[in-house]
């Protein structure tokens, strides 16, 4: 947890859209097995459209973290951290799960610490899918 700091967790709004871009292409610039599928004006814009659709958190001032569910289909869609170590996804994974029994995720195979991350959050590793590159996917889930 984060010892005698003060982080405010809200929920996004349209106008966190940018801040939650920058997030995102920060990690496809630091991150040799991520494409650059999209530039920062499309990630921009897709998450703005997701905004009302989803369950979107964001957390810190500067806006540094932020998570995405989608309550179609119990998914965790983004979890995006850029200060590790200060407990931030933490709080943003507990407080999706607060509010849901069952939630899902798919994992980029590569990212083992995220994988230990989740695991502390009591998910459990379901299936592998097919690998397709820097893309493959594991569903892990908290029943």
């Known amino acids: 947890m984060i010892p005698n700091k003060i982080y405010t967790l809200r929920r996004a709004t349209i106008d966190d859209a940018s801040a939650c871009a920058l997030i995102v292409n920060d990690l496809i610039e630091k991150t040799v097995e ?5 530039n920062k004006h499309k990630l921009t814009e897709m ?16 806006i540094n973290e932020y998570i995405s569910y989608n309550p179609d289909s119990s998914q ?3 979890l995006y951290v850029n200060k590790k170590g200060e407990g931030h996804g933490k709080i943003l994974l507990d407080q999706i799960k607060s509010d849901h029994k069952y939630l ?10 995220a994988h230990k ?16 590159g820097w893309n493959t996917r594991i569903t892990i889930r908290v029943d």
Not at 34 to 38: I, K
Not at 104 to 113: A, W
């Open 76 to 78: 965790i869609s983004a």
């Open 104 to 113: 899902q995720l798919k994992g980029h195979e590569f990212i083992n610490s």
């Open 34 to 38: 991520v494409p650059r599928l999209f």
């Open 47 to 62: 998450i703005r459209n997701a905004i009302p659709l989803r369950e979107v958190w964001v957390i810190s001032q500067p």
């Open 117 to 132: 991350f989740y695991k502390r959050g009591g998910f459990k590793f379901k299936n592998k899918g097919p690998r397709f």
